[in-house]
Nanobody, 128 residues
């Protein structure tokens, strides 16, 4: 069993910054998460889940949604235990619950169906 725990959310004014973390633990082989894609998704009230960014192989492959490109940076530690999302120049439209996902078998994609494991989410609220 793989566990993902997000942290780092909060309330900021537009233009501010936050860094989200996702601590991963559990199975490390077979259906485990190491060596496979990890991603951040978000879901605003009344909207569907949106892929934000994904990473494979410590940055060998990285992808960002157009809405966050140039403002957000995804990274992971060398042991694949922690995934990060640095968010700069936050906008009110970035307000959402942010989820960490892991175990992506099909490489770095922002398709939610690619990921076997999900965290409970951390709330980000950006005021104008």
């Amino acid at each position: 069993q793989v566990q993902l725990v997000e942290s780092g959310g909060g309330s900021v004014e537009a233009g501010g910054s936050l860094t989200l973390s996702c601590a991963a633990s559990g199975a490390t082989s077979g259906i485990g998460y190491r060596g496979k894609a990890m991603s951040w998704f978000r879901q605003a009230p009344g909207k569907g889940r949106e892929g934000v960014s994904c990473i494979v192989g410590h940055g060998t492959q990285i992808f960002y949604a157009d809405s966050v490109k140039g403002r957000f940076t995804i990274s992971q530690d060398s042991a694949d235990n922690t995934l990060y999302l640095r968010m700069n120049n936050l906008k009110p439209e970035d307000t959402a619950m942010y989820f960490c996902a892991a175990g992506g078998e099909w490489g770095c994609t922002l398709s939610a169906s690619n990921y076997a494991y999900w965290g409970q989410g951390t709330q980000v609220t950006v005021s104008a």
